[in-house]
């Protein structure tokens, strides 16, 4: 079955670094997304991996261990604009290339 | 203007009702998708569709229904509406070959 877990909340301080996991288990893999939402927001693309290691942009960084089904999300100088939900998704083509999500992660950034 | 947008964005309706959601894009991505964002649950599936015509399950297609007689437009209908399908719906398109998912900005719909 399809099946990927992220933490529900998490509590940073601005200016720190916080480290977002998510593991999967998907019928086939096609790339590994992380997306950004904001409260009564769409979501909006962070980072993509298809392939082992880690991708860079800006404060962002992501990581993707395949063999192990395993990724981050890594935000670097905390922002209070920061405070958002950040969504863990994996491209499926089993039967059709379906993008899965994750129930999102709640990052709180306190002064 | 290009890009994906979903109408309307706020929708009130009684248990019972048929209510369509519409999504146009404007970039002749052949994948398009609808899903729906509840507390607790995140994004799920509902359904998808890979070109003009062929439609496929997501992972909660019970009391929807699309169409896709041209590659621009999916419509996303509740044939008769109940309080459990009160959510945020977003509509989605991607090309083969392209990296992440294009989000309409979403369509809040309550039913009473």
């Known amino acids: 079955g399809q099946n990927i877990d992220q933490p529900t909340e998490m509590t940073a301080t601005e200016g720190a670094i916080v480290q977002i996991n998510c593991t999967y288990q998907t019928s086939g893999f096609n790339g590994l997304f992380w997306y950004q939402q904001h409260a009564g927001e769409a979501p909006t693309f962070l980072s993509y991996n298809v392939l082992d290691g880690l991708e860079e942009k800006g404060r962002f960084s992501s990581f993707l261990s395949r063999s192990k089904g395993y990724s981050y999300l890594l935000l670097k100088e905390l922002q209070m604009k920061d405070s958002a939900s950040y969504l863990c998704?994996?491209?499926?083509?089993?039967?059709?290339?379906?993008?899965?999500f994750g129930a999102g992660t709640r990052l709180f950034v306190k002064a | 203007d290009a890009g994906i947008t979903q109408s309307p964005r706020y929708k009130i309706t009684e248990t019972g009702r048929q209510v369509t959601l519409m999504c146009h894009q404007t970039?002749?991505?052949?994948?398009m998708f609808w899903y729906r964002q509840d507390l607790g649950h995140g994004l799920r599936l509902i359904y998808y569709s890979a070109a003009a015509d062929i439609t496929d399950k997501g992972e909660v297609p019970d009391g929807y229904v699309v169409s896709r007689s041209k590659t621009e437009n999916f419509p996303l209908t509740l044939e008769s509406a109940t309080r459990s399908q009160t959510s945020v719906y977003f509509c989605a398109s991607w090309t083969v070959g392209g990296g992440e998912l294009f989000f309409g900005e979403g369509s809040r719909l309550t039913v009473l």
């Open positions: 998704a994996v491209r499926d083509p089993t039967g059709g290339f379906k993008t899965i």
């Open positions: 970039w002749s991505h052949s994948y």
